[in-house]
């Protein structure tokens, strides 16, 4: 479903050349959530941006459903994000003003669903996410961990076909935090998506079914689970797992 082949992106900072990602290949099976896993900076972020098509790799090729997402037209790119696409942000991006109903529906209504049948279908996201008895407040009146979760119906909704999450509970408590994270695995068992869960936490990485490691934009060889990925970077830090 997803494929990275050799793919490097670098960028300049300054004078130096930060090496963002660099010579990864990846795949991602429809019905296979993986894991990144790995500290802030390791180029976690920047995969997830290479196959969202909101930034082209330097060498090497993207692929999502046997289509380079680089050779996407800023159109097409645009559509492949609304209809195939559930990017969950670390940032929540949310529309100040607008219900938190209307936020999880706008992909929905962008795409030219009628309001009516994106709203019906935002809802049933937002009771899933715990938010059924918020659904009129707007961002302003929720709480961070709330914001997160209309984040996370809004980039559902569409009932994608690949999910890219960054962080995704980073801002939430653990009882709501492992909910998002069993629904992320139910949908990716249930509906046959292809899900890539970005990072530095190995609880959230336990939810995968492969987890990779990503260090200074370099792949480590193999999959392992979280629980060896911890243990690894414990012994490379000197310290007991």
Known sequence: MLEFRDVVKHYRSGDSVVRAVDGVSLEVAAGELVALYGP???????????????????????RCDGRSV???????????????????????????????????AMKLIAEGLGRRAARRRAARWLELVGLAERTRHPPEQLS??????????????????????????????????????????????DAGVATVLVTHDPTAAAYADRVRTLRDGILLDGAATAAEEVARDAAAKGTAP
Request: proline share 4%; charged share 20%; glycine share 10%.
């Open 70 to 104: 680089a050779g996407m037209s800023a159109e097409e790119a645009t559509r492949y994000r609304r209809t195939q696409l559930g990017f969950i942000w670390q940032q929540f991006h949310l529309a100040p003003g607008m219900s938190a109903l209307d936020n999880a």
């Open 144 to 189: 961070t961990g709330e914001r997160q979760r209309v984040a996370i119906a809004r980039a559902l909704a569409n009932e994608p076909r690949l999910i890219l999450a960054d962080e995704p509970t980073g801002n939430l408590d653990t009882t709501r935090g492992q909910a998002v994270l069993t629904l992320l695995a139910q949908i990716t068992r």
């Open 40 to 62: 802030s900076g390791s180029g976690k972020t920047t995969m997830l941006m290479l196959a969202a098509g909101l930034d082209r790799p330097d060498r090497g090729e993207v």
